[in-house]
Structure formats: C-alpha cells, structure tokens
C-alpha cells in the first residue's frame, strides 16, 4: 500500500473550514509559505521520521532560513519579528505536513523568545543562533516530583562566586540530549514561585547527562529524554532576567506556547478532516458510497464545527496576547483547553471513519491521532487549564 499523506478530490478551499479565511493578504502570504513547506519538505519525511525515530535536523534548519526558527524574536536580534497571531497561521500550516516535527520547532520557539525577551545583550548571540536554529533549544521546567505543580521544583542553583551549582534533574525534555541551549528553571531561593529563577545551561558542560531515550506513542520525530545536572557549574551570566523571576518567565513563556501547541492540534485536525472527506467519496458499502450516508454527513459536519469553533478560538486568544490583554492568560488556556481536546477527538473520529485502514501506518489518519494526544497533557494539563480559567471567573477583580 502507498501511504495516503493528503486528500485528491476532496477539498475545504474556499468553504467553512478554510483556514485561510478572514485573512488579511499579509497573512494569507505566511501562511502559504508555511503550507508549501508543508507539502514539500515536511509530509514527505513524516512517515520515515515516525518510524526510525529520527531527528531531521537539516529540515528543522531549512525552516529556519524562512524565518521559522525565531517567528516572535525581534528582528534586531535574527527573529522575524512577527505576532502572536502570525506564529499560530505558521504551526497551524506546518503540522499539516508533520505534526510531531512543529510541536518541537514551537517549543523552540518558545525557547528563544524567552532569552529574547529577558536576557541581556550578552545572550544576542544565543538567541541569533537559535533563530537560524545552529542552535536548538529545549525547554526545562517539568521534574520526576514536580509536573502540573510546578512551583515545587527542586532543581537547585547554589551560588559559588561566579557561577552558579546545579543539581537535580528534569523529565520528559522535548530535544533532550540532542539539542544545544537548555532553559532551565532552578531554585536559587525559598520555596515556591519566588524562589525559582531562569538559567541557560549549554550541552558539553560538565556535570550535564541524559537519560535514556524515552519510548513515546507520538512525537517520535523528536527525541525525549531525562536532562540531569550533578555538580553542573555554569557562569552567573546564563542567568536569564533576574534572580526569582524564573517562574514568572516560565508562565509568560507557556502563554505562547499554549497557542503554540493549540495551533499544531488545529494542523493535524484539518488534514485529518481532509483525508476523512475523501475516504467517504471514494470507499463504497452496501452498494454506495459511505458519503452518500446521512450519519456520516453529519458525523463530518459535526468534526468541521469542532474544527472551526477551535480555530477562532486560538486565534481569539492568539490576538489577546498580541494586544496585553488582562484576560490573556484565561484566554490562552481555554483555547489550549477547546482546541487541543476537540482536535484530538477529531482525529480518533477520522480514524473511525476509515475502519479498519485507519488503524493501518499506511494511512497518515493514524498518526495525527497518535501524535495530537499529547497535546492534551504537556504545556499544561486540560485539567490545570481549568483551574487558571475557573481562578480567573471567580477571582474578586
């Protein structure tokens, strides 16, 4: 069987769901880029990167000469200088393609804004090189002991003149033991949030191993590994912003990167629509074709409004972070909330409707399925979602 990547006579262009709809041209142009690197350099790999477990670095690379590598990072420092809103049209189009591979290129992402936005000028060389990704980054926060709360981390920076002790370790690092720029959130204070600043740590240095690689049902285009710290010196100035704003840095951090993940479910729950609309054109049963089933129309109506509803819900949110507004961060979750649990859904709903072949590697229906479920868990929970949104409507401002 050739491995179906992409539907041929069933098309959403111009109807509900296109995702181009509503766009200004500037948009529409970003994310066209974005799209055609999809369809050429992406999807082509997908299936083999699935399967062996590979790293395509070179690919990562290729999407960083088009400005993918640093999309929020200002210009003056090697980024794109682009939007909230702008970096969600991108992931959105490029997890079409594979969506395992952009979840970590926004985790990236999310990396380099972060020591762009709070590191001094001696970080400009760090963040140039991880824009055009010489550099790939890693983001270091989840702990063994210390997931969903994870203001109780343990990992701690002792100060020794100039430099900074490290020990402890973090799990489930996206890019662990390959990557080059590890941002680490340590405890060089008390207990709790205040306690917790932000420090690059360098692959090579001394004190800093890895687990062993973890064995994942999705993601596997990207490698997952423990990052332990025993005895890790490092200079005082990889410290990033300052002492106890670590955690601070972490959240705002996570705001773009709850969109982020969000726009990667919304790649995956369209392609999936897609190749879904075609199989019900072109398989038959019971003398027709399963199009031609009114349960199956509405099963496909049902799976396009949980997609668009997704969509402007992200992009909703994707906005309000972009304009500061007092809401966002509520905003952000319920979008990671809707978007990632109803993409999800969508995708396992595809594979339904293929039968039998969706079960089968040779139909891509399967991975987005495998591929999306994480996106319910990391970044934070769909359970933790709930709690920022529910804090937000029954606080007293």
Known sequence: LVTQTCARNFSVSGKSVDSSDG???????????????????????????????SFPKEVLREAAALGFGGVCVREARGGSGLSRLHASLIFEALSAGCTSTTAYLSIHNMCAWMVDEFGGSHHDETVRQMCSMEKFGSYCLTEPGAGSDAA???????????????????????????????????????????????????????????????RKVGWNSQPTRAVIFEDCRIPVSNLVGKEGQGFSIAMLGLNGGRINVASCSLGAAQQSLELAGEHLLVRKAFGKRLADFQHLQFELADMASQLLASRLMVRYAAQALDNGASNNVALCSMAKL?????????????????????????????????????????EGTSEIMKLIVARELLSDS
């Open 152 to 214: 109780a981390l343990s990992t701690s920076a002792r100060r020794d003149g100039n430099e900074y002790v490290l020990n402890g370790s973090k799990a489930f690092i996206s890019g662990g033991g390959e990557t080059d720029v590890y941002v680490v959130m340590v405890r060089t204070g008390g207990s709790g949030p205040k306690g917790v600043s932000c420090v690059l740590v360098e692959k090579g240095t001394p004190g800093l191993s890895f687990g062993k690689k973890e």
């Open 23 to 53: 766009l200004s041209e500037e948009h529409r142009a970003v994310q066209s880029m974005a799209s055609d690197f999809a369809r050429k350099e992406l999807a082509p790999g997908r299936d083999k990167w699935d399967e062996e477990e």
């Open 338 to 378: 809707f978007a990632t649990e109803n993409c999800f859904q969508l995708c396992d709903r595809a594979l339904q409707l293929f039968g039998g072949y969706g079960y089968l590697k040779d139909y891509a229906v399967q991975q987005f399925m495998r591929d999306t479920r994480v996106h319910r868990i990391l």
